[in-house]
């Protein structure tokens, strides 16, 4: 299972391109209403599913994969890393996003395969 994905809330290309024509124009960026989610943030959004994950533990057994392990692992979460772009949308992975979050559960999707 692949728990949900950190949907940050704005359009995440459209929000970042605003900010470099804004910037260059030298025109004030109030970043505060585009800034992405916290951990908690994320974990308040979602504690419905981890909730009903935490009930279906106790009763059967199956391998859980965390995206917010890869994307929040400072406490807040991310949505680009250098030049790439980690969403199509506001809660939609880009390639780029895929990719990232694909590299970040390598090692624990490995563990899972070797197990079975």
Known sequence: ILSP??????????TLAKYIVLSRYGIPI??????????????ERNQEF??????LKKKYDFYVLYPHK?????????????????????DHLSTAGARFLIDGL???????VKKD
């Open 50 to 55: 981890f909730n009903i994950l935490k009930e």
């Open 70 to 90: 890869v994307f929040c692992s400072s406490g807040n979460c991310i949505v680009q890393k250098n030049d790439e772009i980690f969403y199509y949308d506001d």
């Open 5 to 14: 994905i950190p949907e940050i809330g704005w359009d995440v290309p459209d």
């Open 30 to 43: 109030d970043k505060t209403k585009a800034s992405p989610p916290t951990l908690d943030e994320y974990f």
């Open 106 to 112: 390598k090692d624990e999707i490995l563990k899972i």
